[in-house]
């Protein structure tokens, strides 16, 4: 079945540095890939999306690259603030309503 | 405004209780879902519908129980069945393919 597998934190960057989390993926069709983020004591928000190979979703200087060749869509920002600090998700949809989910990552930034 | 809510945001239950978890969508959504989410742990499908009068087991379906009788509600009970049911559930719905919006969770407790 379709299953996400994320880099496994917690990370911990200094202010301004660059952020990478892996994210890869199995899955039998062509799925729709996403990133949420979950803010302490919240529901998760969508963050970026894309539908289809070589798409770059991207979001409050977030990014990601939807790659078929290597089934991947990793995440990244050029210059993390501490206001970024939370989990992040790397979630699938193939073409029915089942949702796939990583198992999250922390991320910490310190001022 | 359109959304997805989840009340109450905190609950508590005795041992041996059954209690219910509302979710409720304004979004004409057809699928929703039911997570479960441990400390430092991803998120974990109870069961999810994609159509009214329907619904399907997720991965940790036991000691739960769900109803789909409106497009617009998809209520969780929590059954004594359940034991170990301290954690944080997430509501979430979607149409097909897109993404999914989450509420803002209920956090139960077993007192």
């Known amino acids: 079945g379709d299953s996400v597998t994320q880099m496994e934190g917690p990370v911990t960057l200094s202010e301004e540095a660059f952020l990478t989390i892996n994210c890869t993926y199995t899955?039998?069709?062509?799925?729709?890939l996403f990133w949420y983020v979950q803010y302490p004591g919240e529901g998760l928000q969508l963050l970026l999306k894309?539908?289809?190979?070589?798409d770059k979703g991207s979001n409050k200087g977030f990014e990601a690259t939807y790659r078929k060749e290597t089934t991947s869509f990793h995440l990244e920002k050029g210059s993390v603030q501490v206001s970024d600090s939370a989990v992040y998700f790397c979630?699938?949809?193939?073409?029915?309503?089942?949702?796939?989910f990583g198992a999250g990552t922390t991320v910490t930034v310190r001022a | 405004d359109g959304g997805i809510t989840q009340s109450p945001k905190y609950l508590f239950r005795k041992e041996g209780q059954n209690v219910t978890l509302s979710c409720e969508q304004n979004?004409?959504?057809?699928?929703m879902y039911w997570y479960r989410q441990d400390p430092g742990q991803g998120l974990r499908l109870i069961y999810y519908?994609?159509?009214?009068?329907?619904?399907q087991k997720g991965d940790i379906a036991e000691g739960y129980s769900v109803s789909r009788e409106k497009k617009e509600s998809f209520p969780l009970t929590v059954t004594s069945a359940q034991k170990n049911p301290t954690a944080f559930y997430l509501c979430?719905?979607?149409?097909?393919?897109?993404?999914?919006?989450f509420g803002q969770g209920t956090r139960l407790t077993v007192v």
């Open positions: 979430a719905s979607r149409p097909q393919g897109a993404e999914a919006f």
């Open positions: 899955a039998t069709g062509y799925p729709s």
């Open positions: 979630a699938l949809s193939d073409w029915d309503y089942k949702l796939s």
């Open positions: 979004l004409n959504h057809d699928a």
């Open positions: 519908s994609q159509i009214v009068n329907d619904f």
């Open positions: 894309a539908t289809k190979a070589d």
